[in-house]
């Protein structure tokens, strides 16, 4: 599908030592349903990533684990995070996906003053919707993301579809060393202008991971979050036929995915209702197959020997009781466009290429505003590099309650995740053709020279970032603001 330059992936290549590395169970949670006072450190750490005899990896993280903790808090209800930065420099949270106050939103210098050394800033909003959301710095994103800082935060429905287990899988990838240690080397401007920085460790719940114990008849509901910087994920489950029920936590129309393949560009969440329907003894594979040549197995769903849980597949319901979203107006709607551009040329074709072949001159590309990182991308002529920071100019002034239809088109020869802060959006049409299922995201994956049009109510003021979410693109200049009056 599509094709990554670099180290080729081998999940095992740090592994070929016959090393047998620990089985994942499902996350401890540490602040389970608990509303009220939640603490949350981030600080440097010493994990074990790779699994024995490899040594433990220098991570940055939450709560001394990688990921951090999965928070599962009730819909509506308040919530309090008071996040202590243990780092040796500034940090942020940013809470994706949740429609929360703009202050709330994690931003430095657009929506907080960044979070110095040693000190404590603390989170409090009311999650509106339910569903599967996740946490992550927004401050230094290229290291403190790609060193480990990530956890799940999950918004439990007040009345969830019946399932056997529900069971959150935060996917990470890693760029590790021979001694399973985190390559330096972030914000390399060839990589930027590629495909980011790809790793060539992929882990499941912060190990990489051997097996996944299932039992035949039991349906699971499960949660992917795709928390890589850069790795674009398509996973196959050999043997079974999961059900797409949300999208970046936002119920769906249940659906098989297109081909059996579900698609994860990076901040993307995909809740999955699947039927252990294997047989009893039997390992099925989990594939992620998304660059060209390098499929790997992201795990194994390893089946109990005992037998099923119930003779016949569970017949309960699918569909997710929606959540409280504006519907878009789409008579008196504002229509903008916006072209995502730069990065080198010929994106299809970098596989097993030495040298500079596509580097092309970087169309479009206008004035641009930063703090001194190199501009690769550009929003409709401005590149916007960094984090966030204050005086970030917005591209569209949206007045409160006023829908709003977007147009991206992607002129690049790069896949972008672009995602979009405060509000989600209803996907209408990808290339002009209708979107089924209705679907809506507060991330949506452009491939090469697409486009793709999703409506949303600008009802939650403030300042708005929009940005691809392939974190060396974000950095280099893919990113812009909308203002909400
Ligand atoms: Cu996960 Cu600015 O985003
Ligand atoms: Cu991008």
Redesign the pocket.
Known sequence: MSSISGPAINRRALLRAGACVAAVASLPRAAATAVGQIDLTAAPGRLSIVGKPHPATKVWCYGNRVPGPEFRVPQGQPVRIAVHNRLPEDTTV?W?GIRLPNAMDG?PGLTQAPIKPGVIFTYEFAPPDAGTF?Y?P?ADSLQQLGRGMAGALIVEEPEPVPVDRDVAWMLADWRMTGDAQIASGFGNAMEAGMAGRVGNTVTLNGIVSDEVPVRAGERIRLRLVNSALARIMALRFEGHRPVVVAIDGQPCDPHEPEGGRVLLGP?MRVDLCVDMSGDPGKRYRVIDDFYDGLSYWLTELAYDEGPPARPRPLEAPLTLPRNPLPEPDLASAERHELRLQGGMMGGGAMMGMGGMRGMGPMRGMGPMRGMGDAASWAINGVSITGD?HADMPPLLTLQRGQTCVLTMHNETAWWHPM?L?GHSFRVLRRNGSSVSHRQWAD?VLLPPRQSVEVAFVADNPGDW?L?C?VTDH?VSGMMTVLRVA
């Open positions: 940013h994706h931003v996740w992550h927004h901040a966030g995602h802060h991330t970032m940005h979410h974000q």
